[in-house]
Nanobody
Framework: QVQLVESGGGLVQAGGSLRLSCAASGRTFSSYGMGWFRQAPGKEREFVAAISWSGGTTSYTDSVKGRFTISRDNAKNTVYLQMNSLKPEDTAVYYC???????????????WGQGTQVTVSS
């Protein structure tokens, strides 16, 4: 069992930055692939970024490439999402997820956090 708690969301102006954190419980964090997803009002949950258990492989949706960076610190049981050059269309609730491997498909993941709100004003 893994419990995930996101933090770091908030209100920021367009062009600004935020760093999201996802703290995981459990001793097997380092064996999980991790992902970030987001859901805007009236829209389906969408993939944002993923990272392998070792941190050696990352992937991003096209709309955030070059602006967002996913990373992890297995010693701290934490995964991060550094978000730069934020745009109003990045406004959403952001969720982290843990699964047997990293993937862009939400069905891959077994555990989900409660989400953190990110609002980008124009």
């Amino acid at each position: 069992q893994v419990q995930l708690v996101e933090s770091g969301g908030g209100l920021v102006q367009a062009g600004g930055s935020l760093r999201l954190s996802c703290a995981a419980s459990g001793r097997t964090f380092s064996s999980y692939g991790m992902g970030w997803f987001r859901q805007a009002p009236g829209k389906e949950r969408e993939f944002v970024a993923a990272i392998s258990w070792s941190g050696g492989t990352t992937s991003y949706t096209d709309s955030v490439k070059g602006r967002f960076t996913i990373s992890r610190d297995n010693a701290k049981n934490t995964v991060y999402l550094q978000m730069n050059s934020l745009k109003p269309e990045d406004t959403a609730v952001y969720y982290c997820a843990a699964g047997r491997y990293s993937s862009s498909r939400w069905s891959t993941y077994d555990y989900w956090g409660q989400g953190t709100q990110v609002t980008v004003s124009s």
